[in-house]
């Protein structure tokens, strides 16, 4: 497997979708990705019924990410929100995290708990605090080749060029790449990449109906950016589809109305690879031997 830090040194953008379990783990690397996004939001989404205002726990979202590393080997990028507590928390996390399977740690500078970048009324730590944060970690990591993504909110907080100045320190604290969150144009995205280009692989963050405006990751690409993760947009997606089935499913009492935008049973296993796991569950059973 090819570690996402030499593929961030690569030429060319990654793009990596959000996933919240096994099964979207799995789809999304038959779908040809080579990096996917542990959303903390989609955990809460999916998981909770909630939204992404802090509700989920540091070993909720471990547990995940080791349920998903079993489907996986795919570079994993994880969101590890404030690191969950103070710089000791957020040396466990990255303790945690590793050992779950985690590639990459994002860690940000909101206070605790944190909200979704996208919501309104967020609170900062100081630099400082965010700083020793990402030391903590950086010296708590078990492996050289586990990135610290620092991000940052303080656009909407205390605008676009603290924002810029906290990332800068960021670098110099420890972390290995930047996402600057929520820039609210084309102009800011431009400046994001006038400031660090080349100093730390860029990553960009596309929410539907969010803060910034919504771009490809070939135009991101050509603007600069390293890295760019869709993380809500299959929660979005699946929200709308099983709305349409549950309704369906109450109108007519039945699944047939609503076949043709669905699997049956034998598309399903076929998805997830039920055939070759009981063919090998068989021979590590001796009934090849057998035979």
Do not use: W
Not at 107 to 131: N, W, Y
Not at 183 to 201: M, N, Q, V, W
Not at 205 to 213: F, I, R, S, Y
Request: with cysteine; aromatic share 6%; proline share 3%.
């Amino acid at each position: 497997m090819t570690s996402l830090k030499s593929r961030l040194a690569a030429p060319g953008i990654l793009l990596a979708p959000g996933i919240y379990d096994g099964l979207t783990a799995t789809l999304a690397e038959a779908a040809g990705f080579k990096a996917l996004y542990l959303s903390g939001a989609a955990v809460a989404y999916t998981k909770l019924g909630r939204p992404d205002i802090g509700l989920t726990t540091m070993t909720e979202m471990a547990d995940t990410l080791a349920l998903i590393r079993d489907r996986t080997d795919l570079p994993l990028i994880v969101d590890a929100d404030t690191g969950f507590g103070n710089a000791l928390n957020a040396q466990r996390t990255m303790r945690v995290y590793e050992r779950s399977g985690a590639n990459a740690l994002q860690v940000e500078d909101q206070s605790f708990p944190k909200r979704c970048g996208h919501l309104s009324d967020k609170t900062l730590i100081s630099a400082a605090e965010m700083a020793g944060k990402i030391a903590a970690m950086a010296d708590a990591r078990a492996r050289d080749d586990t990135l610290i993504i620092a991000r940052t909110d303080a656009i909407a907080v205390e605008g676009f060029e603290a924002a810029v100045d906290r990332a800068g320190l960021y670098l110099e604290a420890g972390a290995d790449a930047l996402f600057i969150e929520a820039p609210r144009s084309l102009d800011e995205l431009a400046k994001i990449i006038a400031t660090f280009k080349g100093r730390a692989p860029l990553m960009a963050n596309m929410v539907e109906g969010g803060a910034t405006p919504i771009s490809s990751a070939q135009d991101l690409e050509k603007m600069g950016f390293d890295l760019v993760i869709f993380p809500g947009g299959i929660v979005r997606a699946l929200i709308s589809a099983a709305e349409d089935y549950y309704a369906s499913l109450q109108k007519h009492g039945s699944n047939i109305p609503f076949a043709d935008r669905m699997l049956d049973f034998s598309g399903l296993n076929d998805r997830i690879g039920t055939a070759a796991l009981l063919d090998a569950g068989k021979r590590y059973g001796g009934e090849v031997a057998k035979g």
